[in-house]
């Protein structure tokens, strides 16, 4: 598979002076929101959707980046959406999804689609409860689903998510294929799932299959022909195959975006042949995460501290990992630029820094590699009081912040034809005890 160079819109990977965002000026963000400060850039958000056009269905993998505004701005591009959880659910019917397809066929000859789709390898109790009452459809990653919702939705269609027996992604942690993971239902496994499954009286309709977040797409590639081999397996009764997620996004100089109109034919090709096999036409579906939102979304932080530890420089912001986890989880790159104080400051004058946060923990460093070893990285000369960009931070940023230290969760906000709008609040003192008792 080979790549090509990044459609327009994709945000500067140097170390740059940074003083707006989508219109909307970093300095008024900071002082009307304060900081740390999550801010989405909705136009961004379009774009990636409608790189997909191609695609039958867009699945947004809502966990990448839940806040209900976003979720709606997906809605509005006519991106449907999965959840792995009843807070996700909650989340899209909020966001003013159905919670299951119209009856019938739609016009386009295809299947009906799920609106929303609860995919996940166990149903804990409130899970089945809400996908019984509700009549959502689920993508099972283990067997023992299918006895769990036949009790309850007798006749349901449900969808595999099927282990090929490999996976990648850009770290150990977001693998999702192979015996190294949890996830789905193992290939060798499928006559006898199929078997349990006629047995409860369940229609197999999708298959599904994600091997990883962040491979590239050579490596996501090979999910197709496994997909392929099994959807013949299970026969007739499918009407939708998925593609999973997984997609990359480029987040260091020098990488690029992946060819996606090439990974469509290929895909587009699998699911030619098995309509040609089945006699009737197949959804095929893609369930981005990361590609939907990653490049859409900032983290403003201010520069509370400069301090010098031996030979080495850190600056000191009031973001930490409890604001963006990716650094501390996986060893994670982001790009930052600096919003200097002083509108006259250049970045004429760079240096190399280490970026850490406010939390009593040595490992909460922004400027990380896998292990955890302190890196450094060039930036235009910072002074407390300037503001730092920490980029490409709208996919499993805001969603992976905690209260770790007791710190609010901070604050979320869509910049939208240069208007911004807040999105959620900051959390108060109050919200961080609220539900505890003496
Ligand atoms: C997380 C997840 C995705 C999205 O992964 P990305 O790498 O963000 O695209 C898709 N499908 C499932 C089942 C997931 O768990």
């Given at each position: 598979?080979?790549?090509?160079?990044?459609?327009?819109?994709?945000?500067?990977?140097?170390?740059?002076?940074?003083?707006?965002?989508?219109?909307?000026?970093?300095?008024?963000?900071?002082?009307?929101?304060?900081?740390?400060?999550?801010?989405?850039?909705?136009?961004?958000?379009?774009?990636?959707?409608?790189?997909?056009?191609?695609?039958d269905t867009?699945r947004?993998?809502?966990?990448?980046?839940?806040?209900?505004?976003?979720?709606?701005?997906?809605?509005?591009?006519?991106?449907?959406?999965?959840?792995?959880?009843?807070?996700?659910?909650?989340?899209?019917?909020?966001?003013?999804?159905?919670?299951?397809?119209?009856?019938?066929?739609?016009?386009?000859?295809?299947p009906?689609?799920?609106?929303?789709v609860?995919t996940a390898d166990?149903?804990?109790?409130?899970?089945?409860?809400?996908?019984?009452?509700?009549?959502?459809h689920v993508n099972c990653g283990s067997a023992d689903m299918i006895?769990?919702?036949?009790?309850?939705?007798?006749?349901?269609g449900i969808t595999l998510r099927v282990n090929p027996g490999f996976g990648h992604?850009?770290?150990?942690?977001?693998n999702t294929g192979g015996e190294?993971s949890k996830h789905g239902i193992w290939h060798e496994e499928i006559p006898d799932v199929l078997r349990r499954a006629e047995w409860a009286?369940l229609a197999v309709t999708g298959l599904h299959m994600h091997i990883g977040?962040?491979?590239?797409?050579?490596h996501l590639a090979e999910v197709a022909g496994a997909l392929e081999r099994v959807a013949l397996e299970i026969g007739r009764s499918l009407t939708t195959i998925s593609a999973g997620g997984g997609?990359?996004?480029?987040?260091?100089?020098?990488?690029?975006?992946?060819?996606?109109?090439?990974y469509?034919?290929l895909w587009d090709a699998v699911r030619k042949r098995l309509e040609e096999r089945f006699g009737h036409r197949l959804r095929l579906e893609i369930e981005?995460?990361?590609?939907?939102?990653?490049?859409?979304?900032?983290?403003?932080?201010?520069?509370?501290?400069?301090?010098?530890?031996?030979?080495?420089?850190?600056?000191?912001?009031?973001?930490?990992?409890?604001?963006?986890?990716?650094?501390?989880?996986?060893?994670?790159?982001?790009?930052?630029?600096?919003?200097?104080?002083?509108?006259?400051?250049?970045?004429?004058?760079?240096?190399?820094?280490?970026?850490?946060?406010?939390?009593?923990?040595?490992?909460?460093?922004?400027?990380?590699?896998?292990?955890?070893?302190?890196?450094?990285?060039?930036?235009?000369?910072?002074?407390?009081?300037?503001?730092?960009?920490?980029?490409?931070?709208?996919?499993?940023?805001?969603?992976?912040?905690?209260?770790?230290?007791?710190?609010?969760?901070?604050?979320?906000?869509?910049?939208?034809?240069?208007?911004?709008?807040?999105?959620?609040?900051?959390?108060?003192?109050?919200?961080?005890?609220?539900?505890?008792?003496?």
């Amino acid at each position: 598979m080979t790549t090509t160079a990044s459609p327009p819109g994709q945000p500067g990977l140097q170390p740059v002076i940074r003083t707006s965002i989508a219109g909307a000026s970093v300095a008024d963000l900071a002082r009307t929101h304060g900081t740390p400060l999550y801010v989405y850039d909705a136009e961004m958000i379009r774009r990636r959707c409608r790189d997909l056009a191609a695609w039958d269905t867009v699945r947004f993998a809502q966990k990448a980046c839940s806040n209900l505004a976003v979720l709606a701005l997906m809605r509005g591009e006519g991106v449907m959406v999965d959840a792995v959880s009843t807070g996700e659910i909650h989340r899209a019917l909020a966001a003013g999804y159905a919670p299951h397809a119209a009856p019938g066929v739609g016009g386009d000859g295809l299947p009906p689609v799920h609106p929303i789709v609860y995919t996940a390898d166990i149903f804990d109790r409130e899970s089945l409860d809400a996908v019984a009452k509700l009549g959502i459809h689920v993508n099972c990653g283990s067997a023992d689903m299918i006895e769990q919702l036949a009790e309850r939705v007798p006749g349901a269609g449900i969808t595999l998510r099927v282990n090929p027996g490999f996976g990648h992604g850009h770290s150990q942690k977001t693998n999702t294929g192979g015996e190294g993971s949890k996830h789905g239902i193992w290939h060798e496994e499928i006559p006898d799932v199929l078997r349990r499954a006629e047995w409860a009286g369940l229609a197999v309709t999708g298959l599904h299959m994600h091997i990883g977040s962040g491979a590239d797409l050579a490596h996501l590639a090979e999910v197709a022909g496994a997909l392929e081999r099994v959807a013949l397996e299970i026969g007739r009764s499918l009407t939708t195959i998925s593609a999973g997620g997984g997609l990359p996004v480029p987040y260091k100089p020098g990488e690029v975006h992946a060819d996606l109109s090439g990974y469509f034919t290929l895909w587009d090709a699998v699911r030619k042949r098995l309509e040609e096999r089945f006699g009737h036409r197949l959804r095929l579906e893609i369930e981005p995460g990361r590609y939907l939102t990653a490049e859409s979304g900032f983290v403003i932080t201010e520069v509370r501290a400069v301090k010098k530890q031996g030979g080495r420089k850190y600056l000191l912001v009031d973001a930490g990992f409890n604001t963006l986890a990716r650094p501390v989880l996986y060893g994670s790159y982001h790009p930052m630029s600096l919003c200097p104080a002083d509108p006259r400051a250049t970045a004429a004058a760079t240096e190399d820094v280490a970026v850490g946060g406010p939390l009593c923990e040595s490992g909460d460093i922004f400027t990380q590699t896998d292990g955890g070893f302190v890196a450094t990285r060039a930036l235009p000369t910072a002074a407390v009081g300037d503001l730092l960009v920490i980029e490409i931070a709208g996919a499993y940023g805001f969603v992976m912040a905690s209260n770790y230290n007791s710190k609010p969760l901070p604050a979320e906000v869509l910049v939208d034809g240069g208007v911004a709008r807040l999105v959620r609040r900051r959390q108060t003192p109050e919200d961080l005890v609220r539900g505890e008792t003496v």
